[in-house]
């Protein structure tokens, strides 16, 4: 079963706003990661921060950690209609070499 | 940039047929993953390889899944007999080591009627 869960499942925006996706887990993590999925694609990898880090960025993401809520959140600044795809967050609990995803949040770009 | 080739892309086949399915990790990635995607259970992990060596194949039905490494450029993935439940999109992906990010194929779309 998945440890993670993401808030929310589906979020539609115009382009040109941020779109913010939250995500939650259960036990300690070595660090926490997400993921994009276009459509028919495998998961690409798009940032990782870990346990001891408060916030990352990389380009127009930013990922926030809060071990204390056990919670993440990613924020996609300025979207593009590129940025449509399902965003999926995984934590890497400690003393668990499996990485455990979340359900994904579907974001939609209106152009 | 260097990727996770998986073969084939689809498949179709009857209900009882085998299955193989193949990936090819990245030179250099000591772990291996095989994933199991569908609308209803997400992303579930089958399997995976530490250096060639079988970790946790735990999310696996063992009496009709395999999952092998021969080498280090080769990982397999075998359902016999197959059913209708195992219809889903089968990822590989591999990393590094543990804990490092995941690089993913693009997934077989796997049909059984």
């Known amino acids: 079963s998945q440890q993670g869960e993401e808030d929310p499942q589906a979020l539609s925006i115009q382009e040109g706003e941020n779109a913010t996706m939250n995500c939650s887990y259960k036990?300690?993590?070595?660090?926490l990661q997400w993921y994009r999925q276009n459509s028919g694609r495998g998961l690409v990898h798009l940032i990782l921060?870990?346990?001891?880090?408060r916030e990352k960025h990389s380009g127009r993401l930013r990922v926030t950690l809060d071990t204390s809520k056990k919670s993440s959140s990613l924020l996609i600044t300025a979207s593009r209609a590129a940025d449509t795809a399902s965003y999926f967050c995984a934590n890497a609990p400690l003393g668990n070499e499996k990485l455990t995803f979340g359900t994904g949040t579907r974001l939609t770009i209106i152009p | 940039d260097a990727r996770v080739t998986q073969t084939p892309r689809d498949k179709v086949t009857e209900m009882g047929q085998e299955v193989t399915m193949r990936c090819q990790p990245i030179?250099?990635?000591?772990?291996v993953f095989w994933y199991r995607q569908t609308m209803m259970q997400g992303l579930e992990l089958l399997a995976y390889?530490?250096?060639?060596?079988?970790?946790?194949d735990s999310g696996m039905p063992k009496d009709r899944f395999s999952a092998e490494m021969p080498d280090a450029t080769l990982a397999t993935l075998k359902i016999q007999p197959s059913e209708p439940r195992d219809s889903a999109v089968y990822f590989c992906a591999s990393a590094r080591d543990y804990y490092q990010p995941q690089h993913f194929g693009d997934g077989t779309r796997l049909s059984i009627l």
């Open positions: 030179l250099g990635h000591n772990t």
């Open positions: 390889f530490r250096n060639r060596a079988p970790l946790d």
């Open positions: 036990t300690s993590i070595n660090n």
């Open positions: 921060i870990r346990s001891n880090e």
